[in-house]
């Protein structure tokens, strides 16, 4: 009777994960096949030599790791960061207004702006990168605007403001998104409890509203940080020859160069970077 | 000391406030009582300054408030879902509004010591909400209301989260500290018991409007309206026409014992109430009475709720009486009352 009873949560909790595996099994499976283990086979040829004419040759070495602290390469990753940053930065100061406003909007408002802001999502990304050119060139939309108010021209095109304008302008959706869905999920009396205490409209916002929305200040500066670091399709069309971007340094090291192997470190030195700020997130989510 | 003056204020085509006057006394407890939806709600947001009436004038100790932000008026609202800080512990929730006063950190850190002991919550100072029970965020709630000193408290149905027994606690705790720290207290209620065992005067709403502003007992014995003697408390109405002497016409029952509240011209419309508890069950031979028989018996405990179908009445009767009833479902019954115990008033328009 006893072990009757006993034996029965045990099988339905078994029966449970099992359920688990099957409905989890095909994502998985998928992400091994065509995600970890070429990861895996890429990663590991960071210890080895490259072949004269191209591929890997398996001797073990240290030198791709000695190249990568090179002031060269360094200052290659150092600008990444630094324009990512700048975009995440510039990103969050836009779209967090943004988000505020369209989750305090009427409900049918709501929806109408939320796909206004995935709506560029719907055209071509090359299109739309190639739309910046026309927009930034010297005799293009933006100068001849400007010439109208007796302004300009601005060289911008192919300069680091260019792929940072660019970097905004395609990743600005996945800040006001998560940042929406925050602030919409915040009970609008808080505020009026913040108020009623005595606290000024800013002083809601730095006190209530902002702490309480940092998960979603989170994970929207990650979501336009991480594509922004590794983009090479942006820098390659907006930066021109002069700036070169992480994403720009690997395509090359591995299409041009063809060095796979410090390719694949630099690859590497890339992944650390966004697992370390991903750990970061997650740390401070979990705290906030 | 609260003066609401004329305050109108409608939502599109809903008449949420209608011409609303009221006046509170210092040192009050103050009930607004009503069905949900009557409007109620939207004068205390008035008051506290999260909405703006379309018409009136609302004034604290002749001050006009309605000019002033709601960051600036000395008015505390608690609200119905407590709005407590989810990221901050209790101690810092309670502090929030005086460091908005740039009081001195000792002067706060001694409040906050204090207004938490007289809630009872010293012992959970460092937790957040979210490790708190209903009854402790609500007190939590109320020490982050009265720690400012408030002149007035506002409470938006204070008690409807919490389970029975939990309740009928914070109620005696709710009028113990209105006598200790001595604010006017104004709360928002659609429970009509909470407004009776709280409040020192009710004003009962309806659509819109107050029906009627009394003491408890009065509000409880005599309704001046159809509406005030059938929301507060159970009530059993008959419809019929003043008789010009004690009691009303109806057209199944004849003549209806009852007191009418105001002069009553005879032939006009008027309604007469009676309470369950005022109604005596005699047996079916009595001389007197509406027959009908037993529908339903309830037992409370010290009061038994026994129903009573009356051919010719709509709604069944209802009969409160001591104890366990002593008619069981099908017993042939007269319902009789004596005419002191039955109030008769005006049917208007």
């Not at chain 1, 560029?120 to 927009?135: C, D, E, G, S």
Request: charged fraction near 20%; aromatic fraction near 8%.
């Amino acid at each position: 009777m006893k072990s009757e009873v006993k034996a029965r949560p045990v099988n339905r909790s078994r029966g449970r994960r099992l359920g688990a595996f099957v409905f989890l099994s095909p994502g998985l499976a998928y992400l091994v096949v065509f995600m970890l283990v070429p990861l895996a086979l890429l990663l590991s040829t960071t210890v080895f030599r490259r072949g004269r004419f191209g591929g890997v040759v398996y001797e073990f070495t240290a030198e791709n790791f000695e190249r990568l602290v090179d002031p060269l390469y360094l200052g290659v990753l150092v600008d990444s960061l630094k324009i990512a940053t700048l975009t995440t930065l510039i990103a969050l100061l836009i779209g967090y207004p943004t988000a505020y406003v369209i989750a305090r909007l009427p409900r049918k408002w709501k929806t109408i702006a939320l796909v206004a802001i995935v709506l560029p999502f719907w055209t071509n990304f090359l299109i739309r990168v190639y739309a910046w050119i026309m927009l930034l060139s010297g005799p293009g939309l933006v100068n001849s605007a400007l010439k109208v108010f007796g302004l300009g021209p601005l060289e911008v095109l192919y300069t680091e403001g260019a792929i940072v304008t660019g970097l905004l302008y395609s990743y600005l959706p996945l800040m006001v998104l998560p940042l929406y869905a925050a602030i919409d999920r915040l009970d609008p009396q808080l505020r009026e409890a913040s108020s009623n205490l005595g606290a000024s409209a800013f002083t809601t916002f730095r006190k209530v509203t902002l702490p309480l929305t940092m998960p979603g200040v989170l994970t929207g500066s990650l979501f336009v940080f991480v594509p922004s670091f590794g983009n090479f399709v942006i820098p390659e069309m907006l930066g021109g020859s002069k700036s070169i971007m992480v994403g720009n340094l690997i395509r090359d090291q591995f299409l041009k160069a063809r060095d796979w192997p410090f390719g694949a470190t630099l690859a590497l030195a890339l992944i650390v970077v966004l697992v370390v700020l991903l750990v970061a997130q997650s740390w401070v989510a979990r705290r906030a | 000391m609260l003066r609401i003056d004329g305050v109108s204020r409608r939502f599109g085509d809903v008449i949420a406030l209608d011409d609303v006057s009221l006046e509170i006394g210092q040192g009050e407890f103050f009930a607004l009582l009503g069905p949900s939806g009557c409007g109620k709600t939207t004068l205390l947001r008035i008051v506290a300054g999260f909405e703006t009436p379309d018409a009136g004038k609302v004034t604290l100790d002749g001050e006009d408030l309605l000019s002033r932000p709601p960051n600036r008026r000395p008015i505390s609202l608690m609200f119905q879902s407590y709005a407590l800080f989810p990221h901050m512990t209790v101690a810092k929730n309670v502090a929030y509004g005086l460091e908005r006063e740039r009081l001195p950190r000792q002067e706060i850190k001694q409040r906050v010591g204090e207004v938490l002991e007289t809630v009872g919550l010293s012992a959970h100072a460092v937790r957040k909400p979210a490790q708190l029970s209903g009854g402790q965020r609500q007190r939590v709630a109320l020490a982050r209301s009265i720690v400012k000193r408030p002149r007035l408290l506002l409470l938006d149905e204070p008690l409807s989260a919490l389970d029975k027994k939990v309740r009928a606690d914070m109620q005696l705790e709710l009028k113990r500290l209105q006598s200790e720290v001595g604010i006017t207290f104004v709360v928002v209620t659609h429970d009509q018991e909470e407004a009776m065992s709280l409040a020192d005067r009710i004003a009962v709403f309806d659509s819109g409007s107050v029906r009627q502003v009394d003491e408890p007992i009065s509000l409880y014995e005599r309704p001046r309206s159809p509406f005030v003697a059938d929301f507060v408390g159970a009530n059993n109405l008959f419809s019929g026409t003043a008789s010009g002497l004690d009691g009303i016409r109806s057209e199944q029952f004849g003549m209806l014992p009852g007191t009418p509240l105001t002069e009553l011209t005879a032939g006009r419309q008027a309604l007469l109430a009676v309470r369950p508890e005022k109604i005596e069950l005699a047996d079916e031979n009595a001389t007197r009475g509406l027959a009908g028989s037993v529908l339903d018996v309830s037992f409370y405990g010290g009061v038994s709720h026994v129903s009573v179908d009356v051919p010719g009445h709509a709604k069944p009767v209802l009969v409160a009486v001591q104890g366990a009833a002593a008619v069981r479902q099908g017993t042939k019954v007269k319902v009789r009352w004596e005419a002191r115990d039955a109030v008769v008033m005006a049917v208007d328009q």
